[in-house]
């Protein structure tokens, strides 16, 4: 996402804490003007509540004045959290995955996709290593995938699931995590996803839409909710059947 957006806004700063020197990238059309002080949850008191199941551990639900937020610090996992749980190589700013997250997130809404706003994404570097930390709109009234098909089993939105999979995938995304968590329906039936860190923009291809639904696939069965792995198996076969049905209508 290099292309030119003349609504975007860049505040440097200086962290006294830290010593490190960042920057926080957001929507001029959005905010006025921004804080560092936004993304520590420390900072927001009782207005922060920890996200429980949130992976890694690293988000929380903001108060904010201009709305409920979320607010998620980048974190590693497997044996590279082993070297560090939060500092990723510095390359150059327009790399740091907080602002790649952010620019992608506004190119899918730009596309008409059911994705969160975001909000403002900020760095501190700390010579070859940065943390990072994005903060997007939180979306009220919703539910995981992962708890409507453990749930409600065959009830659970199965073929909107695969539809709205398909959708996103017809503009090229590439969501590298795209696990049950990270789709989410409203109570009208309405469904988002969520959750683009390490996401791509690419030309629509067999071998990364197969891996994404992989993916999918695989964390369905890691929270069956009693229900055994040919009842999982039978309904993910109508999510696809779904899904390759939107997919052969095009855009």
């Avoid at 010579?127 to 409600?152: D, K, M, P, Q």
């Avoid at 989410?184 to 990364?208: C, S």
């Avoid at 992989?214 to 069956?224: F, G, M, V």
Wanted: proline share 4%; aromatic share 12%; hydrophobic share 40%.
């Amino acid at each position: 996402m290099a292309v030119f957006d003349a609504t975007e806004s860049l505040t440097p700063f200086h962290d006294d804490r830290s010593g490190e020197y960042g920057a926080i990238l957001f929507d001029s059309t959005q905010l006025r003007q921004v804080d560092p002080r936004w993304f520590d949850p420390v900072q927001w008191g009782e207005r922060a509540t920890q996200v429980g199941g949130s992976g890694r551990g690293g988000a929380w639900f903001i108060d904010a004045s201009h709305g409920p937020c979320v607010l998620r610090q980048y974190l590693r996992g497997g044996m590279a959290a082993k070297l560090s749980r939060d500092r990723y190589l510095w390359r150059d700013a327009n790399r740091v995955r907080s602002f790649e997250e952010f620019r992608l997130l506004r190119e899918l809404l730009r596309r008409k996709l059911p994705v969160p706003q975001p909000v403002a994404a900020c760095y501190l570097r700390s010579r070859f290593t940065y943390r990072a930390w994005i903060i997007v709109e939180r979306l009220v009234g919703v539910r995981s995938f992962s708890e409507l098909a453990a749930n409600e089993g065959g009830d659970a939105p199965w073929e909107q699931t695969g539809r709205l999979i398909a959708k996103f995938h017809r503009e090229g995304l590439d969501h590298a995590d795209l696990n049950a968590t990270n789709i989410l329906f409203d109570e009208g039936g309405k469904g988002w996803l969520i959750d683009f860190d390490r996401g791509r923009m690419h030309i629509p291809e067999t071998a990364w839409r197969t891996r994404n639904l992989a993916r999918l696939q695989r964390s369905l069965h890691k929270h069956p909710g009693g229900r055994s792995a040919a009842q999982i198996d039978a309904d993910f076969a109508r999510l696809r059947a779904a899904y390759d049905a939107r997919w052969a209508k095009g855009n």
